[in-house]
């Protein structure tokens, strides 16, 4: 079993800043691809980004492009998901997850593991 622990979310107000956590164990941290997706009351788990095992790729959902950054600190064995000029849109849940895949993972089914979410509030 894999263990994922998120953190960093809370309330900001559109346009501000935050920086979700995910902590995991060394092996899975340098053996697992890794990711980010979000899910808000009544839809489905939406990707957002995922890094690659080695951490030289990443991907983004459209909408998230060019305002959120995925990344991980090796030593620290955590993942980061920098999100920047937030929007009441990105209101959600969000969830980090562990795929043991060569290759980007941007389905849920690509993901084995789950962390428990950390809530993401967006006020206008």
């Known amino acids: 079993q894999v263990q994922l622990v998120e953190s960093g979310g809370g309330t900001v107000q559109a346009g501000g800043s935050l920086r979700l956590s995910c902590a995991a164990e060394?092996?899975?941290?340098?053996?697992?691809?890794m990711g980010w997706f979000r899910q808000a009351p009544g839809t489905e788990r939406e990707f957002v980004a995922a890094?690659?095992?080695?951490?030289?790729?990443?991907s983004y959902g459209d909408a998230v492009k060019g305002r959120f950054t995925i990344s991980k600190d090796v030593a620290k064995s955590t993942m980061y998901l920098e999100m920047n000029s937030l929007k009441p849109d990105d209101t959600a849940v969000y969830y980090c997850?562990?795929?043991?895949?060569?290759?980007?993972?941007?389905?849920?089914?690509?993901?084995?593991?789950w962390g428990q979410g950390t809530q993401v509030t967006v006020s206008s």
């Open positions: 997850g562990a795929a043991l895949t060569m290759r980007l993972p941007t389905q849920v089914n690509d993901y084995e593991f």
């Open positions: 060394a092996r899975t941290f340098s053996g697992y691809a």
């Open positions: 890094v690659s095992f080695r951490g030289g790729l990443t």
